[in-house]
């Protein structure tokens, strides 16, 4: 890569670095709305690769930057401070070489319209080269560097879960495993890993879940095989284990509520023949579920809605199954979304707790007597999980739980009086809660 696209690249990834520590944006949607057409398809995947690599370091980076930066930079010149976390983590934890790197870095100042800034570009990361060891040594110590986390969500996590906070924080920053659910509809895993395996790639099967296959290398879904025709989808295992804990079973009505993207609805699809209704507040997303069932060759019906006015989209026939994969902090999957560990506030998990409890209020009555809801996040905070399974179990006393224990995989558990918690690395997958709960 010459140095005028690795400038143009960098100075990309600095505005979604930017977008994100300073705006507040998700990345996805920021990767979403970025102006990188002119780049190649080469370049693009640098750019992304470029993003999410400096978000895991950014709290390292920014503690490095307080050592090497001699003043802080205007409020307008801020995207500079992330055009130098960019090329911090070149120089850390890439293998380019650091000329290469400082070059690229230095010339990406004129792509940000700051080529004023680009001496003290220049002055920083060859600073960094210099003193190397020292400034390493500097901030060490400091929560942000070692576990490469705000230390607002450090706190948060340390109070949560006082015994496992520090496995949670170092899952979270390993690179994640490939997950795929295989379409038993369409092939047993054991073929399909036989025609895996005839590619000379190598994969894992998870014993205690039927279609759970882990790929020991990632790969992209257009090498996968059967992908484009629904013989395999990609899905975390601990994802995989909401459909197969909610047990449908032929003829029966099911709710999936907060349906996109779309995966837990295929897989409740594939285990049986159901008449599915899948919910979303929003249209653009619920469309991923409809390119997902279209791939899958299943069919439900796609309602955009609100779950708190049903009025608005639901027929008034009762359901025998209700999936609620309620919004959540995303704390469990924040190796998959680096950008998360930077738009989390302490205050957000109280607001997504009345959320949680405001939709599962409103899917109740939804659901017929001896009918079964499953509660899941993809959350560790107790306060969106166990905390709003006790409150609503204590005002609904047709509510009952149903025990998930046997069901759930040895070691994959984190201790909760209700429902269960599983904890990202456990297993090797993401962190999730789930609650089943019956209607008497």
Known sequence: MGTDAGAAARARAAE?????????????????????DSLSCRDQAFVKALSFGTLRVHARNACLLEEL??????RRDRVVHALLSVGLHGLIDM??????????????????????????????LRRYLREADALQAAVANRPAVRWQHPESLIDALREDWPDHWQAVLAAANRPPPMWLRINRRKSGRAAWLERWRAGGAAATLAETLPAAVRLDQPARVDDLPGFATGVCSVQDAAAQLAAELLEPADGMRVLDACA??????????????VQL??????????????????????????????????????DGKLFDRILLDAPCSATGVLRRHPDIRFL?????????AAL???????????????????????????????????????????????PLGPRIPAGWQGPTPVGTQLLPGAGDTDGFYYALIQRD
């Open 277 to 314: 209704t899948a919910v979303d507040q929003s249209a653009q997303r619920l469309k991923r579920v409809g390119d997902n069932l279209q791939r899958l060759e299943l069919t439900a019906e796609l309602r955009v809605g609100d779950l708190r006015e049903p009025d608005d989209w639901w």
């Open 344 to 352: 989390r506030r302490t205050a957000d998990f109280a607001e997504f």
């Open 260 to 273: 996109a993207p779309g995966g837990k609805t295929g897989h409740l699809l594939e285990l049986a023949d």
């Open 69 to 74: 930066l001699p003043r802080p930079l205007r």
């Open 95 to 124: 293998s380019t070489a650091d000329y290469a790197v400082v070059s690229a870095t230095v010339a990406a100042t004129a792509q940000l319209g700051r080529p004023q800034l680009r001496g003290l570009v220049n002055a920083v």
């Open 16 to 36: 979604l670095v930017h977008a994100v520590v300073v705006q507040g944006r998700n990345l996805d949607t920021a990767l979403a709305s970025a102006e990188l």
């Open 356 to 402: 949680q409890a405001a939709l599962l209020d409103s899917v109740w009555p939804l659901l017929r007597p001896g009918g079964r809801l499953l509660y899941a996040t993809c959350s560790v905070m107790r306060r969106e999980n166990e905390a709003v399974i006790a409150g609503f179990l204590g005002t609904h006393p047709d509510a009952r739980e149903l």
